[in-house]
């Protein structure tokens, strides 16, 4: 059985950071090029970040509105992906979702609120 | 960026109806390899979103064949053949072309 599991989402204030896991199981992970996708408190679904596999050389490509705040990286030993989210706005807040390969699988998502 | 329109529902709908979901890019999904980039996905009420239809028309894994999707490069329809109640939910289509990946704003269904 597919598992994506997301943890590491919270509250946090204007400013600071926070970095959210995703731990999968289920299905061949080093290969897979994975993905963070958001969704906002009025519903609309938005793409963060995706990172490739090795045989690409882990590219990386972003949000152009996020890029040089947040960071996707990986772990296959864990089969792990990352997303370390710094200088965080209220218009971060959101729940978080990462993905599998196509969007074929998504973890049940982990809920960001930046307030003060 | 590569703009997703989708159109509404006149819900609620009666179960057992068919019904088509629309879904416009302002740009061509069609890729020189033949395949046209365009997902649908179904997201029920308090779930995760699910992967229904990717290259347009292919059914993803597990999915039911009342589901099927059609279009054109820009234009797209996702057909629901006899509306049940475990469709309830709503509906959103997303390119996967280029990036930024990009989706619609959802189309809900109800049903009666």
């Known amino acids: 059985e597919v598992q994506l599991v997301e943890t590491g989402g919270g509250l946090v204030q204007p400013g600071n950071s926070l970095k959210l896991s995703c731990a999968t199981s289920g299905f061949t992970f080093s290969t897979a090029w994975m993905n963070w996708i958001r969704q906002t408190p009025g519903k609309r679904l938005e793409w963060l970040a995706q990172i490739e596999d090795k045989s690409n050389n882990y590219f990386i490509s972003y949000l152009e509105s996020v890029k040089g705040r947040f960071t996707i990286s990986r772990d296959d030993s864990k089969s792990s992906v990352y997303l370390q989210m710094n200088n965080l706005k209220e218009e971060d807040t959101a729940i978080y979702y990462c993905?599998?390969?196509?969007?074929?699988?998504w973890g049940q998502g982990t809920l960001v609120t930046v307030s003060s | 960026d590569i703009v997703m329109t989708q159109g509404a529902l006149p819900n609620p709908v009666p179960s057992g109806e068919s019904v088509s979901i629309t879904c416009r890019s302002s740009?061509?999904?069609?890729?020189?390899?033949?395949?046209?980039?365009l997902n649908w996905y179904l997201q029920r009420p308090g779930q995760s979103p699910q992967l229904l239809i990717y290259w347009m028309s292919t059914r993803a894994s597990g999915v039911s064949d009342r589901f099927s999707g059609s279009g054109s490069g820009t234009d797209f329809t996702l057909k629901i053949s006899g509306v049940e109640a475990e469709d309830v939910g709503v509906y959103y289509c997303q390119q996967g072309l280029e990036f930024p990946l990009t989706f619609g704003s959802g189309t809900k269904l109800e049903i009666k």
């Open positions: 993905t599998g390969p196509g969007g074929a699988y």
């Open positions: 740009k061509s999904l069609l890729y020189s390899d033949g395949k046209t980039y």
